[in-house]
């Protein structure tokens, strides 16, 4: 040390570094600067992680990784820090994010309603949406029809962020993230009715199947599939889960509806299906399927079945209870709609 120098205080915190400032555009055409978000020195990042402590599988989930995500809100973006977890189970190695998993490349909700959610909702390990934003611009696009588009030119132009200069991940996340945001406002179903529905196929000159019933004139196959599998919420009639009937309907169509849809509703415990009789033994064998306690046949296909019938609601007294108030041709009734659609698919 130099002699006359002033002694190092090491207690003493060292000058806060000059930070980078953002460009604010108000209403009246002025600008202003403002902070960029970024946690200033000595300011620790907010942590988002997963709400669930235990796997699907029953395992533990330990941490994995974090990652640096950007949270955007009616007041700017804010830097902060996702923690991904992973099952601890060797059979398993599922990720969680904060509000999803992901299996086979694919994102699964977990969030049952957005009070779960508290603040704010990941869709993306990177880029987060508060609730008051989302709510806001649901609202503004289905009032003011505004799109992700606009959406991303204002808030670039306001808050000047150049991670928004792409845009095109940020529109999809945002537009995902609203109608997730409506999904989880509604009121979660406590039972479903499924049925598949032939008027509504998709033609392709490619395919090649052998349909039932008469053939045509000239021998050719008819070029479609055989319709649209579809779960349905009986009391607000809205679309749960759609699949296109690749093949005839069976175990197999029903079984990767129920794999897609149980895992978002964990109240959900009665499900409608005309072969539900069919379908019992297998859902019996599945491990997956055991948060449902009541299989249905709905009351006009049930007319025609026996009184044997494990699922008839004519003649099982704690189906008659539990589906009282329940519409069960809910399936059907949503069809209807689709009558003059399935021209144009």
């Given at each position: 040390?130099?002699?006359?120098?002033?002694?190092?205080?090491?207690?003493?915190?060292?000058?806060?570094?000059?930070?980078?400032?953002?460009?604010?555009?108000?209403?009246?055409?002025?600008?202003?600067?403002?902070?960029?978000?970024?946690?200033?020195?000595?300011?620790?990042?907010r942590i988002f992680r997963?709400?669930?402590?235990?796997?699907?599988?029953?395992?533990?989930?330990?941490?994995?990784?974090?990652?640096?995500?950007?949270?955007?809100?009616?007041?700017?973006?804010?830097?902060?820090?996702?923690?991904?977890?992973?099952?601890?189970?060797?059979?398993?190695?599922?990720?969680?994010?904060?509000?999803?998993?992901?299996?086979?490349?694919?994102?699964?909700?977990?969030?049952?309603?957005?009070?779960?959610?508290?603040?704010?909702?990941?869709?993306?390990?990177?880029?987060?949406?508060?609730?008051?934003?989302?709510?806001?611009?649901?609202?503004?696009?289905?009032?003011?029809?505004?799109?992700?588009?606009?959406?991303?030119?204002?808030?670039?132009?306001?808050?000047?962020?150049?991670?928004?200069?792409?845009?095109?991940?940020?529109?999809?996340?945002?537009?995902?993230?609203?109608?997730?945001?409506?999904?989880?406002?509604?009121?979660?179903?406590?039972?479903?009715?499924c049925d598949g529905h032939a008027?509504?196929?998709?033609?392709?000159?490619?395919?090649?199947?052998?349909?039932?019933?008469?053939?045509?004139?000239?021998?050719?196959?008819?070029?479609?599939?055989?319709?649209?599998?579809?779960?349905?919420?009986?009391?607000?009639?809205?679309?749960?889960?759609?699949?296109?009937?690749?093949?005839?309907?069976?175990?197999?169509?029903?079984?990767?509806?129920?794999?897609?849809?149980?895992?978002?509703?964990?109240?959900?415990?009665?499900?409608?299906?005309?072969?539900?009789?069919?379908?019992?033994?297998?859902?019996?064998?599945?491990?997956?399927?055991?948060?449902?306690?009541?299989?249905?046949?709905?009351?006009?296909?049930?007319?025609?079945?026996?009184?044997?019938?494990?699922?008839?609601?004519?003649?099982?007294?704690?189906?008659?209870?539990?589906?009282?108030?329940?519409?069960?041709?809910?399936?059907?009734?949503?069809?209807?709609?689709?009558?003059?659609?399935?021209?144009?698919?």
């Amino acid at each position: 040390m130099a002699s006359g120098s002033a002694p190092i205080d090491l207690d003493t915190p060292s000058p806060r570094p000059a930070q980078a400032k953002r460009r604010r555009v108000h209403c009246d055409g002025s600008a202003s600067e403002d902070d960029d978000g970024l946690p200033r020195v000595g300011e620790a990042r907010r942590i988002f992680r997963s709400h669930l402590f235990r796997c699907l599988c029953k395992g533990n989930l330990a941490e994995a990784r974090k990652v640096d995500a950007t949270l955007y809100g009616m007041s700017g973006p804010e830097k902060v820090s996702v923690v991904t977890v992973r099952c601890t189970s060797y059979s398993c190695r599922r990720t969680y994010g904060p509000h999803f998993y992901i299996d086979r490349s694919v994102k699964i909700n977990t969030l049952p309603d957005v009070d779960v959610a508290e603040e704010a909702i990941f869709l993306s390990p990177k880029i987060g949406f508060t609730v008051n934003y989302l709510r806001y611009h649901m609202l503004l696009e289905f009032r003011a029809l505004a799109s992700a588009r606009a959406a991303l030119d204002v808030y670039s132009r306001v808050c000047d962020i150049e991670h928004c200069s792409g845009g095109g991940h940020f529109r999809d996340v945002h537009g995902s993230s609203i109608m997730y945001f409506i999904a989880l406002s509604e009121y979660p179903p406590h039972d479903f009715c499924c049925d598949g529905h032939a008027k509504a196929h998709v033609k392709c000159d490619s395919l090649d199947k052998k349909h039932p019933g008469k053939p045509r004139a000239n021998g050719k196959r008819k070029p479609y599939g055989y319709g649209w599998f579809m779960a349905v919420d009986p009391r607000t009639l809205r679309v749960l889960g759609v699949s296109c009937l690749d093949q005839p309907e069976g175990d197999e169509v029903m079984d990767g509806i129920l794999t897609r849809l149980l895992p978002k509703y964990p109240l959900l415990d009665g499900i409608v299906l005309d072969r539900a009789c069919a379908f019992l033994p297998h859902a019996k064998r599945t491990r997956e399927f055991a948060q449902v306690g009541y299989w249905c046949v709905d009351y006009f296909h049930g007319a025609k079945h026996s009184d044997q019938c494990p699922c008839n609601p004519h003649y099982v007294r704690r189906l008659a209870r539990r589906f009282a108030n329940v519409n069960t041709s809910a399936a059907e009734q949503v069809f209807t709609w689709f009558r003059q659609y399935a021209r144009v698919c």
